[in-house]
């Protein structure tokens, strides 16, 4: 019974906070003034996937689906701080094909400090240095993947490599690489059905932030579902 209240408040606070973001993300503050003449974009599925990240996020990093005991509490509350962040950037990349810096560039100072505060609480520095280095590598990968001809990887994308390989480097190299994997699968996935149904043209751009922000989820909940089943 407990872990059911858990759950449902989850879903809750995830709800209240979905419908929050739908309600700015409706304002499109965030489309420059060449921009303005897009359709409004569907926005239905951002309080449902606001709801299901912040149960999903806080079941994959706490002990259990009750309160943990210490200031382990802080871990949970870091990812679901930061599935709060990946749904509008979700949204802005589908609407636009632009991951803003507004959003991107102080997530990392934020990120760090909040990594730094989840080594403090559990005493594990190592997944700190761990959580900088895949921040660092995953920047560089897709600097690379950005730089080839025709690879359909912009900046934006690689900003949010970084933040990602910080946020899945916390946990373990596993779960950066997991992360990786899924996008390239999803992402592979998306454009091959874009390209099937005629939406978009080999010489097209799509949104690659939705793959990479699936990619991520999918690794954060791997291990936790994995065990669950096992």
Do not use: N
Request: hydrophobic share 60%; aromatic share 8%.
């Amino acid at each position: 019974m407990p872990e059911l209240v858990m759950v449902v408040a989850l879903l809750v606070v995830g709800s209240a906070v979905g419908v929050a973001l739908r309600q700015r993300l409706r304002r499109l503050d965030h489309r420059l003034p060449d921009e303005t003449d897009r359709p409004a974009p569907r926005s239905g599925w951002v309080i449902p996937t606001t709801a299901l990240l912040t149960a999903l996020a806080w079941w994959a990093t706490a002990p259990g689906f009750g309160l943990p005991a210490g200031l382990e509490v802080i871990v949970p509350i870091v990812y679901v701080l930061a599935v709060w962040t990946m749904v509008p950037l979700a949204f802005i990349d589908l609407d636009v094909h632009r991951l803003p810096d507004r959003i991107q560039l102080p997530a990392y100072p934020i990120l760090a400090a909040l990594l730094t505060l989840c080594s403090l609480a559990t005493g594990d520095w190592g997944a700190l240095i761990r959580a900088l280095v895949a921040g660092i590598t995953l920047f560089v990968l897709f600097v690379v993947l950005a730089l080839l001809p025709g690879g359909g990887i912009g900046f934006g994308d690689v900003k949010l490599a970084g933040l990602l390989g910080m946020l899945l480097g916390w946990l373990s190299w596993a779960q950066v690489f997991i992360s990786v994997m899924a996008t390239f699968l999803i992402g592979g996935v998306v454009a091959a059905l874009l390209l099937a149904t005629r939406t978009k043209g080999r010489r097209d751009e799509f949104a690659y932030g939705p793959s990479m922000l699936l990619g991520a989820v999918v690794a954060l909940v791997y291990p936790a579902l994995l065990r669950a089943i096992m």
